[in-house]
């Protein structure tokens, strides 16, 4: 069976039901990702409203405090202390009347204050103020109980803070025709450093209803408030606020009391075992999306915020969504098989290609030139072919570098004998030239100071010549440098000034154009005597008059230093030879030819790299690249 009716075949019989889980899958997972997403904005919004609803009571709670220091109440409290005594104070009426006064304007600016009462020690009522418009300022009994607390009144607000303000639930008199769906907020009054009274504020909770009135509601969701109070049964599961009743803080609704009495009693269920989730309804009609929220300071009691979605909501945009995916995957379907035959026919085409590529390949054709074609799978194998072509050349290049490698040691090998061999010749007369400076120093007079300053200049170079000497004789004998830190600068600051000299003959400066401050670690005589045979092969090859340029670079592996002359540069044949013992393109009698060995030999101890290449502006740049680390050479095992 030819390639491309397989290929019609298996796709063919692969697209229909792979498109058919691909279009349900993807709505099902849209579906289910979008709903995520709803349940986090909607959790989102939760948290949004307690933050407005707990930036509102934090207010109210701190207008409270802020209303035990107003005048009116701070003349009155010697009329409470009078009245702890069995006494009546002098201005009785006039204080108690200001403070009516007040407390009724007060009360029309902030309606969210229900009723304000001030207290005596006994919790005697010593004045009432109501929304209701009425105003009780008698000195009447103490607060009759609407239902059985335990302990007395009074010792209830003995133990509150003295300094602070408490949130309690206090007992009502039994004619007070309003449940306040808020805890009482209790202000202890101080006089004389001692408590005289309380302030007692039953809140009405009108700002709360202004706020979840005016809370947008996505989705046409139904908000839902209820107090949890484990310790007072009564209270406990009370609805504050209901969107389907038209119940709120400071109006009565129609609807069930109590959140137990709500979708079966699962939402009930839900908030005493987590304080914030998401939970359906047992019809799974609706998602109903809770958080718990503490209003109260050091309080158990606690408020469950609620919103109540409607599934269909969610689902909706979802309805037409599937109609349009199943009417694409019918049209997808027809298309699959048309396209099918078609990239058949398209795959036999790119492997023939690779084919007649591969049999060039053999023949000898190294030049691997395949365009990209058909589908992944061809892709990949034509991507293999040209990575197997190119990692053969790569092999083949590194073995031409290895055996030049090779050849090179060699060479060098050579040039330790011979080095070792002149460097015993060397020694000698350098000795008799350093014994016969120490003589001539100490023959001439103490007034011969230019002689003195020629035959330091003698020794010097004397010196210089027997460490060159000496690392001839490393080199031979194949001494690891001594591995040592030391500055940058200065140590080419002072190869400048060792052929300064050389290159003022020549009519020739030698300048630093730039260097890094920072060391370096290696042989430092060593590598001078490299930077030294550079700095004199520029000097030599530049023209009168020009400078030759010493620069380094940093970067996060190695030090390079370069040295670039103004000379003709170098011919292309001789380019693969400029390492070679004995080679010089200098005159007879000017070089020896060993100078660039030597250097390559002693940067490849160092595990750097030494080049010399022509410079795109003219002349020859010789650079040279050392490591920032140490290369890994154990100097105690090889000395």
């Not at 949130?167 to 005289?196: C, E, K, N, T």
């Not at 998401?278 to 309080?299: A, L, M, N």
């Not at 190119?390 to 030049?404: G, H």
């Not at 001839?472 to 052929?499: C, G």
Request: with cysteine; charged share 25%.
């Amino acid at each position: 069976m030819r390639l491309k009716t397989n290929i019609f075949l298996w796709v063919a019989t692969a697209t229909v039901v792979p498109l058919t889980v691909l279009v349900f899958g993807a709505a099902l997972y849209s579906e289910a990702q979008y709903r995520r997403d709803v349940d986090h904005e909607e959790a989102a919004n939760l948290d949004n409203l307690v933050s407005d609803i707990d930036r509102r009571l934090r207010i109210e709670r701190g207008m409270i405090v802020e209303l035990t220091k107003v005048t009116p109440l701070i003349e009155f409290l010697p009329v409470v202390v009078a009245a702890d005594l069995g006494e009546t104070h002098p201005q009785l009426q006039q204080r108690r009347q200001d403070l009516a006064r007040f407390m009724s304007a007060f009360q029309v600016v902030v309606p969210s204050l229900r009723v304000i009462r001030v207290l005596d020690l006994d919790g005697n009522t010593l004045l009432r103020a109501g929304q209701d418009g009425t105003l009780e300022a008698d000195l009447g009994g103490p607060l009759r109980l609407e239902r059985p607390v335990g302990g007395s009144y009074r010792e209830r607000l003995a133990q509150l803070p003295s300094q602070e303000l408490s949130i309690i639930d206090l007992p009502y008199p039994r004619d007070d025709r309003f449940y306040s769906p808020m805890l009482d907020a209790v202000q202890p009054l101080h006089s004389d450093g001692r408590i005289v009274g309380y302030l007692v504020v039953s809140m009405w909770g009108s700002y709360t209803d202004q706020i979840l009135d005016y809370t947008p509601r996505p989705r046409g969701g139904e908000l839902l408030i209820a107090e949890l109070n484990p310790d007072d049964p009564i209270r406990d599961g009370r609805i504050l606020y209901d969107d389907v009743s038209n119940a709120g803080f400071a109006r009565l609704g129609g609807g069930p009391e109590r959140i137990q009495d709500y979708f079966s009693g699962s939402l009930w269920d839900a908030v005493q075992l987590s304080p914030y989730g998401v939970i359906d309804t047992p019809g799974k009609s609706e998602r109903i999306y809770f958080v718990e929220y503490h209003p109260y300071p050091g309080q158990l009691v606690s408020w469950v915020l609620a919103n109540r979605v409607d599934v269909s909501s969610l689902i909706a945009p979802f309805q037409r969504i599937r109609i349009g995916i199943l009417l694409f995957a019918g049209v997808a379907l027809i298309a699959s098989m048309v396209v099918a035959r078609l990239g058949a026919r398209q795959v036999s085409r790119p492997v023939a290609e690779l084919s007649r590529v591969m049999k060039d390949y053999a023949h000898g054709h190294t030049q691997v030139d395949i365009q990209d074609q058909g589908p992944d799978e061809i892709r990949d194998l034509q991507q293999s072919f040209v990575y197997l072509a190119e990692t053969q050349a790569s092999l083949e290049d590194e073995r031409d570098r290895a055996r030049a490698l090779v050849i090179q040691n060699a060479k060098l090998a050579g040039v330790g004998k011979l080095a070792a061999g002149i460097a015993h010749e060397i020694n000698n007369p350098i000795s008799n030239i350093l014994s016969l400076v120490k003589l001539a120093e100490r023959e001439l007079p103490p007034d011969a100071e230019g002689a003195r300053e020629d035959i330091a200049g003698i020794r010097d170079e004397a010196i210089r010549t027997s460490r060159i000497v000496q690392g001839l004789l490393n080199f031979s004998r194949q001494v690891p440098p001594k591995f040592t830190h030391f500055e940058i600068r200065p140590w080419i600051e002072e190869s400048l000034a060792l052929v300064r000299q050389v290159a003022m003959k020549r009519g020739v400066t030698c300048a630093i154009e730039q260097c890094d401050e920072t060391e370096v670690q290696g042989d430092r005589n060593q590598l001078q005597q490299v930077l030294i045979n550079l700095l004199v092969n520029a000097a030599q090859a530049s023209e009168p008059g020009s400078t030759v340029i010493v620069r380094t670079n940093r970067d996060e592996q190695s030090l390079q230093i370069s040295v670039r002359d103004t000379g003709p540069g170098l011919a292309e044949e001789i380019c693969d030879k400029i390492f070679d013992p004995f080679f010089t393109t200098k005159p007879v009698g000017e070089g020896s030819g060993l100078g660039l060995s030597i250097s390559l030999g002693i940067i490849q101890a160092h595990g750097g790299q030494l080049s010399l290449n022509n410079h795109p502006d003219g002349g020859v740049i010789a650079r040279i690249a050392l490591p920032l680390a140490s290369p890994p050479t154990d100097t105690d095992d090889n000395a």
